[in-house]
């Protein structure tokens, strides 16, 4: 059964098809590719399909079950997890109680009025956990407002993947980064779970083909290419958009 | 109720609205614009009212209008002067504007109890509208209707400048967006002043024209004040549609509250506002930010 | 340092009455009560980053729950009515919490306060909580199991100062609880919060509760106090007294209540020397305004030298605001 089902989503504002009969579905372990120009709406499908934007029309699906109408916090629950273009982390607080607010989220723990957070030790067990499979013990105790983007953006993943997800959403993990940067982050995700379904987003079409096992090419809002890196690599539409003609050529 | 009850509330209600609408939408334009707090519109307005009433002793009540119009704009600008002092502290945050204009409030209304010894005072109906009408077998004061039809026609010229000027142009685009407004070399400065002063007038107006009705008292600085906040917060801010209607179902929930629960006339405001805000937080028509 | 002033300020308060008149003695309780309501606006403002504008309304109900209490209930145990108290103050906050965090910090502030104006206008309509008269006569219930007789007004006010600091002392454990960190991750990104799972508004409406409960608190020492509660209450001016109070006080909660104190003598001193204190009032507030509430909040002069990383970001979280 596939993870995530996205059914002829469709996205309107005012007249204008941001969104138009998007159609896409992620099986477990799969590796998506979301790619297309400027503006094609991919942003904008990964909101809908995190729940926080409505679809004016169409299905979202996770595991079967239809999350159309479901607030995101309830779909976070159900196992789908993702991070944000522009960092969106706690810059007030430390790296640890970064990850330890993500870690807690299930644990009755987290409603503790009373108890010094510091000492709820199976939440911190299980960050000191995640502190070493991120590589993070080093900044363990640093504000994130001190650190630099890179290791923000760590961060940022390594808190997405704390509790144990089906399906992952990056927006735009690469923003800001080098290609080598951006690929060692996608490898720390797609090394955690092999049925953790994951669809990305990026600018940089060779990163992208190289460590999708799918390929969406989202233009005007609309699919127009979806298959296998070479597949999709070979279609007469991705040279157009990406080599000159249609759309913004991207790098 | 009666059908004839229902049609005077109706009536009440919408002319107090109208009122209420030239308050409230002051107060959404200098919030909308320049993003700023004024929490002492309610008190301009109650001073402006007190103005009107020294000419109770056979002026003009064009005369008494005129001069709550101008206290309203001299009261705007001296808030405005202040905040200027420094504005680029005050610009973002919002506790301060609260906290400055909150002593600025409590600085009016205590100049409004020394001047005025803090008596209630009411302004008499001009000749030429007093008396009333009999409507469905139910009395309506002929002034109420000139009030509200006054209104109106300010809230009409209000709109005009808004949608057909160049100056309103400059608001409805500052009021969208204030940084684009400044990077399309509109100065600030001189249109935030032209707000701060249009929106004290506006409300020196409707202490003016509802002296009459209302009278001048000292509380009106909180109860006025909390009813434009509720239109605000309805209507969406800087949104002169938003404030339009919301002025009138305020209005309308006011004087229906008064009329069928007069302990509890607040509830029915409190509910109104419980309930559009739980369909619609942000407002019928637009956001608080 | 910061310790140092803790410990002052509670040997402070406990030697008081011993180089203090009864008056003054009075006045010291009166400014631990609005100390009080200056912690529950606290609480939101550093925690969850909503100014409100309407804790009068939970000072208030509370004031009004303890004088009916005596006058019309018949109660006579101090513990219950506080108990009751923050009842029925939870119960009126919910409705206003539900509506308010559904808005953004402005909104928040014109809806806290517009709620607290009617509800003032409510009490000077209603003939049966008094009306504009308020409730006269208000006498102290017993203290339930202790053998104490707060008819005494030295007793009175070591009991306004146990409750007090046992009211800082529950904020404290907050904060630095697991409820608290989710509250300052909250504030920090509410998107995020949600994208992790968390049901955001179901937090904000118990934060919310928390702060009307200590202010509902505080309205029924109030209450006791001065044997008297009227729709003044309810008035703005208490609830622009715990905001100036937080700005001036900064993120410490013990300067809160030490600024509480001097403020409330501040007030007496303006009043007793001019019938027009209030706009001398309206001139400091303006005046904290302008001068930015962080030059002169106290707890800049206190920070620390060294200390441990998490408390470093802990205080930047208090501060930021």
Redesign the interface.
């Known amino acids: 059964m596939n993870v995530l089902e996205l059914d002829r989503i469709c996205m309107q504002i005012g007249g204008v098809h941001i969104t138009r009969d998007v159609s896409l579905s992620l099986a477990p372990g799969e590796r998506r590719a979301l790619i297309g120009p400027n503006g094609a709406g991919k942003t904008t499908l990964m909101n809908m399909a995190?729940g926080?934007l409505r679809p004016t029309s169409g299905r979202v699906r996770l595991g079967g079950r239809d999350v159309t109408r479901m607030?995101?916090?309830?779909r976070?629950?159900r196992g789908l997890?993702?991070t944000?273009q522009i960092t969106?982390?706690?810059?007030?607080?430390?790296v640890g109680?970064n990850l330890?607010?993500?870690v807690?989220?299930?644990s009755p723990?987290?409603?503790?009025?009373?108890?010094?957070?510091?000492r709820?030790k199976a939440?911190w067990a299980q960050v000191d956990d995640l502190l070493e499979r991120g590589g993070l013990v080093p900044i363990r105790?640093?504000?994130v407002?001190q650190l630099a983007y890179g290791e923000q953006r760590r961060l940022e993943i390594v808190?997405a993947v704390a509790?144990p997800s089906s399906v992952i959403l990056l927006d735009e993990p690469g923003a800001g980064l080098s290609s080598e940067e951006t690929e060692v982050l996608l490898d720390l995700v797609f090394g955690l779970d092999p049925q953790l379904a994951v669809m990305f987003i990026d600018h940089d079409v060779e990163l992208a083909f190289r460590m999708a096992t799918h390929v969406t090419l989202l233009n005007l809002g609309e699919v127009v290419a979806d298959g296998s890196p070479d597949d999709v690599r070979a279609m007469p539409i991705f040279s157009q958009i990406y080599l000159g003609g249609a759309g913004h050529a991207q790098g | 109720m009666s059908f004839a009850q229902i049609v005077l509330q109706l009536a009440i209600g919408l002319s107090f609205g109208l009122l209420l609408f030239l308050l409230a939408s002051g107060f959404t334009l200098t919030?909308g614009l320049a993003g700023f707090?004024n929490l002492t519109h309610g008190a301009v307005f109650m001073v402006s009212a007190y103005v009107a009433t020294s000419f109770s002793g056979g002026g003009s009540f064009v005369l008494a209008v005129a001069a709550a119009g101008v206290t309203g704009i001299v009261l705007s600008i001296l808030v405005y002067a202040?905040s200027r002092?420094?504005w680029s502290?005050?610009a973002s945050d919002?506790?301060?504007?609260?906290?400055?204009t909150?002593?600025?409030?409590?600085?009016f209304?205590?100049?409004a109890?020394?001047l005025w010894e803090g008596v209630p005072r009411s302004l008499p109906e001009p000749g030429f509208v007093s008396g009333s009408w009999d409507v469905l077998g139910v009395s309506f004061p002929t002034y109420r209707a000139f009030m509200g039809a006054v209104a109106l026609l300010i809230a009409g010229a209000l709109w005009w400048v808004q949608e057909r000027t160049r100056f309103g142009a400059m608001v409805r685009a500052g009021v969208d967006d204030r940084d684009m407004l400044e990077a399309t070399g509109v100065s600030a400065g001189p249109l935030f002043l032209a707000v701060f002063a249009i929106s004290g007038l506006l409300a020196g107006l409707a202490g003016g024209i509802g002296a009459p009705v209302m009278g001048a008292s000292m509380g009106q600085e909180?109860?006025v004040?909390?009813l434009a906040?509720?239109v605000?917060?309805l209507g969406g801010t800087g949104n002169l549609k938003g404030a339009f209607i919301a002025s009138l179902a305020v209005g309308l929930a006011d004087a229906f509250g008064k009329a069928l629960l007069?302990?509890?006339?607040?509830?029915t405001?409190?509910g109104l506002?419980?309930v559009v805000?739980?369909w619609r937080?942000q407002g019928i028509f637009g956001?608080?930010? | 340092m910061k310790r140092l002033l803790v410990v002052a300020t509670v040997v402070a308060g406990i030697g008081a009455p011993f180089f203090l008149d009864v008056f003054q003695i009075g006045l010291v309780s009166r400014g631990l009560t609005w100390a009080l309501v200056g912690l529950s606006v606290w609480f939101l403002?550093r925690l969850l980053s909503q100014?409100s504008?309407g804790h009068a309304a939970f000072f208030g109900t509370g004031a009004y729950t303890a004088g009916l209490a005596v006058s019309r209930w018949e109660l006579d145990n101090i513990f219950v009515v506080l108990g009751l108290a923050i009842l029925v103050t939870c119960a009126i906050a919910v409705?206003i919490a539900?509506?308010a965090s559904?808005?953004?910090?402005?909104?928040f502030?014109?809806?806290t306060?517009?709620?607290a104006?009617?509800?003032?206008?409510?009490a000077l309509?209603?003939?049966t909580v008094g009306g504009s008269d308020g409730l006269v006569g208000v006498t102290r219930p017993g203290a339930g199991p202790l053998p104490i007789d707060l008819t005494d007004p030295v007793t009175y006010f070591y009991f306004t100062l146990a409750v007090t600091f046992a009211c800082l002392f529950l904020l404290w454990?907050?904060r630095?609880?697991?409820?608290?960190?989710?509250l300052?991750?909250i504030r920090?990104?509410e998107?995020?919060?949600?994208?992790?799972?968390?049901?955001?508004g179901a937090y904000k409406v118990a934060a919310f509760l928390?702060s009307a409960s200590v202010a509902a608190t505080a309205g029924v020492l109030h209450a006791y106090l001065i044997r008297f509660v009227s729709p003044e209450d309810l008035?703005?001016l208490v609830s622009?007294r715990g905001?100036?109070i937080v700005?001036i006080a900064g993120s410490l909660l013990v300067t809160t209540a030490i600024v509480a104190v001097l403020l409330t003598f501040g007030e007496d001193l303006l009043s007793s020397r001019t019938e027009?204190w209030?706009?001398l009032?309206?001139?400091?507030?303006?005046?904290?305004?302008?001068l930015?509430?962080m030059k002169i909040s106290v707890s800049r002069w206190l920070r620390p030298r060294r200390r441990?990383?998490?408390a470093?970001?802990l205080e930047?979280?208090g501060e930021?605001?």
């Open positions: 995190a926080a607030p995101v916090h309830r976070a629950r997890a993702r944000f969106n982390l706690f810059p007030a607080m430390t109680e330890a607010i993500a807690q989220v299930a723990r987290r409603f503790d009025p009373v108890r010094p957070w510091s709820a939440v105790d640093t504000p407002g808190a509790r | 919030f707090v202040v002092l420094r502290k005050l919002e506790l301060s504007q609260v906290l400055l909150f002593g600025l409030l409590l600085v209304a205590e100049v109890r020394v909180f109860s004040l909390v906040f509720v605000v917060v007069p302990t509890f006339a607040e509830f405001m409190m506002v419980v805000l739980a937080p956001g608080v930010r | 403002l100014p504008f409705p539900v509506v559904r808005l953004g910090s402005v909104g502030l014109l809806i306060l517009a709620f104006e009617m509800l003032r206008a409510l309509r209603w003939r454990l907050v630095r609880s697991a409820f608290g960190g989710v300052v991750a920090e990104s998107g995020r919060m949600r994208a992790l799972g968390y049901r955001v928390i008035s703005a622009a905001l100036i700005v027009n209030l706009a009032m309206g001139l400091v507030y303006i005046a904290v305004a302008l930015g509430g441990s990383p998490e470093a970001a930047l979280a930021k605001s």
